[in-house]
Each structure stands twice: as structure tokens, then as C-alpha cells.
């Protein structure tokens, strides 16, 4: 089995660690050039500096880590670069230094994440410039190896594939497998050429991966005498899996994020997994589909969010049929392992199995080691492309058992999800700090609360009254609702927070506007049960954990809401009666107690 270099768990060197070493050369190189990319001037003179700067680096280490013995070296772009200060080539020598002790695909990982973070913004986000660190690579492809992936006859596609992250893992448990390693270095060297394709939309994240991998197989390339000749493409993954008649055993990777818009070939090519806003990642998902053999495996790093959202239903009723989940790790604290990233993010393994459960992990990064929770093998219970449930957490999965066997959804009850018609940045001149004849209450997010509606507002941007125009009455609501926001994340005390609106709020105004932050659960005929007992159900812990088994993103979609696991009527009537007795924090802790036990959880 291969041995782990994840972590930098590295011996002292003249009174500090490797790893100390790194940081602080790091950060002063950082420093001075992200000074000198700035008075470059405009973001292509940067981006080329930031090139300049990290070949320079590259050409350093291996200088260092190889004495100039790398066959078939070729330095990136020297010609059209800038001329670097010098005192930035002597922090970069420094840096170079720092990284002798450091094992060479942690290296690498180090270096090529310099170059992203030198990057200007708008260009990192076009490029998708996220690299994935050592300690997920190595764990996804754990959770791929579990599922049987042989090295020794595999064939492996990374579609994004950056500065090399995930193909230099692959490699390396390539070349320490007892069956390629029995058939001697020319069958090892000529196995990597054949089974490792990687593509990039970055020239320079490409020649960083094939400079790397060289590196990685330098001691084998030097005994056979000719380098390592790899399949490293330069374009679009999107454009080329269209005309791309490949098929691989396993497409694995981290694909950009971020909505795009398509255009019409695109969209019709894609179309079969597209449900409104196209998502990058959702993209590459379909194109892994299009590029794996029967049988084969696709293991992404994504964000949670096609677990539930609407815009993934046709894509997650795709998976479905052609490459189920089979294991999916959410990872508790993105900010641990990317910089700059505000999803909620996984490692996910689709693949053809007879079994249709999904086996949910958990991770967390304790003090640099890989800490794993098994949520345990959930059916996702989904028809056609509907959200999955899939607990997260093992406190989730206590909720998983008995709510997978309720049949009450909100439509049952009588009740309608959806978003709140007004878009108010849309209609800034039509707010009004005062009521007139022509205008109605907006109902924002703040005034929605745990049981609890609040039509008083601390910040002084939520304008408390909106003009209506003749043309815009669709947007005014009369029907007594449910108000759920639609904004929270998972680090928040509780994802549902939702109130009932008041009978005596309603009466007292002629319609109500409701913005699109706040979701509204309305009956369209004589609701079944009282929007206060339909509040104090969804503000239960039971039913928060249920729906966080649903939801992949900060949005509290109307989708979600529609699909969450509900008590029977009978369940809502006896809440009504507790409620009828009068409201208070005691009845309120009956209520918690008796969903909880609907739930098969302690209070």
C-alpha cells in the first residue's frame, strides 16, 4: 500500500521545522511579488509575472532536488516574461530551499499554489484555479482504490487537471504496484504514458503537471534514457468531449465552479442534465459520464450543492440511471482545506453497483491528520432527479431511519413552496420608508424568526414599504402563509427558521410583498393544518437535522421544502392543540419532545 505524505509532519531542521521553514520563506516571497505583479500594470502583464514567478521556482527546486539531471527540461516562457527583481529571485532560491526535505507531490502542490494565489482574482476564477491539496487527493483516490480500481490495467482521464494534483497521486500508486512494478521500469514508464491524459484550459498549469510528473519518474526515465511522454492537453474539457470519442476507466478531478452561460450548441449538447443556470462542475460531470467506460468510475471534488438543488435534478436523475453515488465525504470545514471557497464541498465516487445505498463519511482536519466519521449506507430515496437523503453527520443519521419511512410532504397538508416573488434590487425606486395608498409591507428575511414574525427592522437598508404598480400586482399576497428563510448555513444553529404570519397582520394591511430571500408555504384552498402548528413542526431540531440530510447549499430551496420528510396529520393536530392552550416556552419544549420522538431521537 502506498506510504501517505500528506501531512508535513517533517523532522526539525536547525530548530525549526520544514514546515516553519516554508511558511515564513513562503510568505515574505509572496509578498514582494505580489508588490511587484501590482505595479506590473493591467491583469495580462500580471498573469505573465505571476508565470515568470513560478517557473522560476520550478526550475529552482528541481535545480536543487535533480542537479540538473531532468531529461528533457524545458524552463516556461522565459522569452515574454518580465524581468524579475533580484531580491525576488533570492526569496525565491529561499523558498526553493525550504521544499529539500519536503516530499516531492507535496512540493508540488506548494509550488503550484503560489502561482494561484499570485494570480488576479477574475483570472483565478476564469481558470478555475483551485488547486486540491495532497491530503483529499490522496483520500479520494482511497475511496476509488476501496472500490476496485486495479493501477495495473487502469486508464485515467483528469479533465481540470491544474498543476498535476491528482494525476501525480495516480502515478505514484501506479508505479508502487506489485503487479506493474514485476514487469521492470520500460513497462512501468510505457503503463504511465498509457493510462495518464490530463486537459487544462492553462497552458501554464499544463507544462507545471508534465514538469512535475517528469520529476516524480526522473530516477526511471534516467536508467531507461528518454523522458516521460505524457498526454498533457491544452484546451477546454467542454469543448472537447463533444468530439472526443476516448472512453477511461476513471475521470477524476476538481473541476471549476461557478455558473456559465452556454451557448446554443452547448446548451443542446448538454441539455440532457440541465435544469435552468448551467454550473461548470455539473458540466464536467456529464462530460465524465460521456468519457468512462462501462463499468468504469468518475471521483470529483464538488461542491454538495447537486445533492439537492433544483438547478441539479436532471443531472442527479442522470446519475441515477448511468453512474449511481456510491460513497460521498462532506468535508465539515472547507476553510481547513481551500482558501477562498464558500461552498460546502465533498469528495464523490459514481459508479455502476448492483447496491443502491450510499455510504456517507465525514471529515475533519485535526491538528494536520485526516479525521473520518462514518455517517453510515443510506438509499437516497429520490424519483426522478428529486433531492437525495443523505444524512451528513452521524447526529443526521439518527433522524435517517424514521424519516425515510414518512410519506407526509407539504403537499399532503395542503401547503405550496415557493420563493418570494420580488427581487428587490430591481425595484429600488418603488421602496418607501412610509406606507402610502399605493404601497404595501415588504416582508424581508429579518422579520422572519423562530415562531416569531417581526415586521421592525434594526438595518436601515430594509426599506419597510414597496410601491406597487398597476402592472405588478402578481406580487402582492393576501393568503394567511408560512415565511421560511431561505438564506442560512450549515454552521448556523438551525437551517429552518420560520414563523407563521399573523392572522392580525393580515387583517390589518390589504396584501403583503415578500422578497426573495424569504420562502412562502401557502395553502391555495382551506389549509389542513394551521400555519402555526406547520411553523412550530418545521422549527423543530428533528426536523431542522432532517432537512440538512437535503440540502447541499446555503439556500433553503422550495424544492427542498417540498421533498422533507413531514409527520402524519394527526401529529399537527395534537400540535394544534398544544398551541391552542396557549403559547409559551413549556408548550414549545412539548412540541420539541413530540417531533423528536416522531423522529426516533431524544430531545
Known sequence: MLARAATLR??????????????????????????????????????RGARALCAYLVDEFQLRRFRGKLLGWSPWGKEDAPEMPLEIGRLGHKVAASLDNIDLVEASFLISSIYTQLLPRKTRSELGAFYTPPILAE???????????????????????GGGAFLLHVARRVLLDDEVRSKG??????????????????????WMAKSFLQMLTQPLCEQLGRPLSLIIEVGDALDYVSRDTRCFD??????????????????????????????????????????RNEGGWVAFVTPTSFLGGQYFSKLRALLELEAPLLVVDVVESRRQFFESVQQETCLAVFGSSLDSETQVNLLQLDEGELSISQAGRFK????????????????????????????????????????????????????????????????????????????????????????????????????????????????????????????????????????????????????????????????????????????????????????????????????????????????????????????????
Open 250 to 291: 476513471l475521470i477524476v478531478g476538481n473541476p471549476p465552479y461557478g455558473r456559465v452561460r452556454l451557448g446554443q450548441s452547448a446548451r443542446e449538447f448538454f441539455e440532457r442534465s440541465l435544469f435552468g443556470h448551467a454550473n461548470y462542475y455539473s458540466l464536467f460531470l456529464d462530460a465524465a459520464l460521456r468519457w
Open 185 to 206: 521500469i520500460d513497462f512501468q514508464v510505457d503503463h504511465l504514458q498509457r493510462c495518464l491524459t490530463g486537459i487544462d484550459l492553462d497552458p501554464y498549469a499544463a
Open 139 to 161: 483520500r479520494l483516490l482511497d475511496l476509488v482504490e476501496a472500490e476496485g480500481v486495479d493501477w495495473s490495467v487502469v486508464s485515467v482521464l483528469d479533465p481540470a487537471c
Open 10 to 47: 517533517l523532522p526539525p531542521t536547525s530548530g525549526r521545522t520544514c514546515q516553519d521553514n516554508w511558511l515564513l520563506d513562503r510568505r515574505d516571497f509572496v509578498s514582494a511579488c505580489e508588490a511587484w505583479l501590482l505595479a506590473l500594470g493591467g491583469d495580462d502583464a500580471r498573469v
Open 380 to 603: 437516497s430515496t429520490s424519483t426522478q432527479g428529486g433531492p437525495w437523503f443523505l444524512p451528513r453527520t452521524p447526529e443526521q443519521a439518527l433522524v435517517a431511519p424514521a424519516a425515510l419511512k414518512l410519506d407526509t410532504r407539504l403537499t399532503d397538508l395542503g401547503y405550496r413552496a415557493s420563493t418570494g416573488p420580488l427581487v428587490w434590487n430591481r425595484h429600488k425606486d418603488q421602496l418607501q420608508e412610509e406606507a402610502s395608498t399605493d404601497s404595501y409591507p415588504l416582508v424581508w428575511a429579518e422579520a422572519v424568526r423562530s415562531n416569531v414574525f417581526q415586521f421592525k427592522y434594526n438595518q436601515r437598508a430594509k426599506v419597510p414599504f414597496l410601491r406597487v404598480e398597476d402592472h405588478q400586482q402578481h406580487l402582492i399576497m393576501k393568503s394567511p402563509c408560512v415565511l421560511v428563510q431561505r438564506t442560512t448555513a450549515k454552521e448556523q444553529r438551525r437551517r429552518l427558521v420560520a414563523c407563521a404570519l399573523p392572522d392580525i397582520f393580515i387583517a390589518e394591511w390589504d396584501g403583503f410583498v415578500v422578497e426573495n430571500h424569504v420562502n412562502v408555504l401557502v395553502s391555495e384552498a382551506e389549509p389542513v393544518v394551521s400555519p402555526a402548528s406547520l411553523a412550530a413542526v418545521l422549527n423543530t431540531r428533528a426536523v431542522d437535522l432532517a432537512f440538512r440530510c437535503l440540502s447541499g447549499s446555503v439556500a433553503v430551496s422550495a424544492t427542498e421544502l417540498s421533498a422533507l420528510p413531514l409527520p402524519e396529520l394527526s401529529v399537527f393536530h395534537y400540535v394544534d392543540e398544544i398551541l391552542n392552550s396557549g403559547w409559551s416556552s413549556e408548550r414549545f419544549k412539548r412540541i420539541e419532545t413530540l417531533i423528536a420522538s416522531v423522529y426516533g431521537v431524544e430531545r
